[in-house]
C-alpha cells in the first residue's frame, strides 16, 4: 500500500509540475504576442510619422511672395497699366487675374489718350509661386491680402473693408510642376494710396501629391485641409431639416409675426 500510495503521490506531482509548465508556456506565448503587438504598432506609428513628415516636408517647399504693386487712379489708362510689369516684378505678358468688363470703360485719360480707362481706383499685385518639392502639386490657387489705412490724414475713418483682398479660383492656375516657379498678377478693387505699406500677405493654397489639401501665408508653417467628412446618418440629418423648415413655416404664420418681421 505504502508503494501504491507513493507512486500515487508522485503520479499527482508530475501532473502539478507539467500544469505550471503550461501555464509558463501559455504566459510567455501571451507575452511575446503582446510584445510583437506593440512592436507592430510602433513600427505601424513610426511609419505614419515618417509619412505625415515626408507630407509636411514637401509642404513646406511650396510658397508664394509678392514682388510688387502700384495702384492706378480711377480714370487711368487701362492698357498702361497692364504693360507695368516692371513696377509688379514679373515677366511681360504675366496674366492678370481679376479682371471684370465693368471695371474699364471708355473715355479720356489723365494724359488725355481716348481709350479703355479704369472706371474705379485698382491695385495690381505681382506674386511668385514656388514649388522647390521633387513631385507636383494641383489646384493651385493664391489670395492676397493688404490692410487699409483706416484713417485719413485729416484724422476722419475711412468706411469700407479692413483688408483689400484679390484671389484666383482654384482651377485658375492648376499645375505646378516640380522645382518650378510661375508668376501672376492680382487686381484688387481699391486704391493704393489708402494701404499700408509693405504689408501683403500672400497665401496659396494646393494640393500635394498624396491628395492632400494645404495652404501656406507667406513662410509660416504650411496647414493641412482634411476633407469634410459626410453625416454619419444622412436619412436622419435629411429629416431633421424637413422637420426645421416645416417648424420655421409654422412660426411665420403665427400672428405677430409677420408684424415683427
Known amino acids: 500500500m505504502s508503494m501504491g500510495q507513493g507512486t500515487a503521490e508522485t503520479a499527482v506531482d508530475l501532473g502539478g509540475f507539467d500544469g505550471v509548465l503550461a501555464w ?26 515618417s509619412l505625415d513628415q515626408g507630407r509636411v516636408a514637401q ?3 511650396v510658397w508664394a511672395n509678392p514682388t510688387g504693386r502700384f495702384g492706378v487712379k480711377a480714370g487711368g489708362s487701362a492698357t498702361a497699366a497692364h504693360d507695368r510689369h516692371d513696377l509688379l516684378g514679373v515677366p511681360y505678358g504675366t496674366f492678370v487675374f481679376g479682371d471684370r468688363p465693368d471695371d474699364y470703360t471708355r473715355g479720356v485719360d489723365q494724359d488725355g489718350v481716348v481709350g ?18 521633387d513631385a ?31 484671389r484666383t479660383r482654384p482651377d485658375d492656375l492648376k499645375r505646378l510642376g516640380p522645382n518650378s516657379e510661375r508668376y501672376a498678377v492680382l487686381k484688387l478693387r481699391g486704391s493704393n494710396t489708402e494701404l499700408e505699406p509693405g504689408r501683403t500677405k500672400v497665401t496659396v493654397y494646393f494640393t500635394d501629391s498624396a491628395g492632400l489639401r494645404w495652404s ?8 493641412h485641409h482634411p476633407p469634410r467628412q459626410p453625416p454619419r446618418h444622412p436619412r436622419l440629418q435629411a429629416w431633421k ?21
Open 24 to 49: 509558463i508556456t501559455a504566459l510567455a506565448a501571451v507575452a511575446a504576442a503582446l510584445n510583437t503587438y506593440r512592436n507592430l504598432r510602433i513600427s505601424q506609428r513610426s511609419y505614419q510619422q
Open 59 to 61: 509642404a513646406r517647399q
Open 116 to 133: 479703355s480707362i479704369h472706371s474705379a481706383a485698382t491695385t495690381y499685385v505681382g506674386v511668385k509661386l514656388h514649388n522647390a518639392s
Open 136 to 166: 507636383p502639386i494641383g489646384r493651385l490657387s493664391v489670395k492676397v491680402e493688404i490692410p487699409r489705412r483706416m484713417w485719413d490724414r485729416s484724422g476722419v475713418r475711412r468706411e469700407g473693408p479692413r483688408w483689400l483682398e484679390g
Open 216 to 223: 501656406r501665408t507667406g513662410v509660416l508653417a504650411p496647414q
Open 241 to 261: 431639416n424637413r422637420r426645421v423648415m416645416q417648424l420655421r413655416k409654422v412660426r411665420a404664420l403665427l400672428p405677430g409675426r409677420r408684424g415683427a418681421d
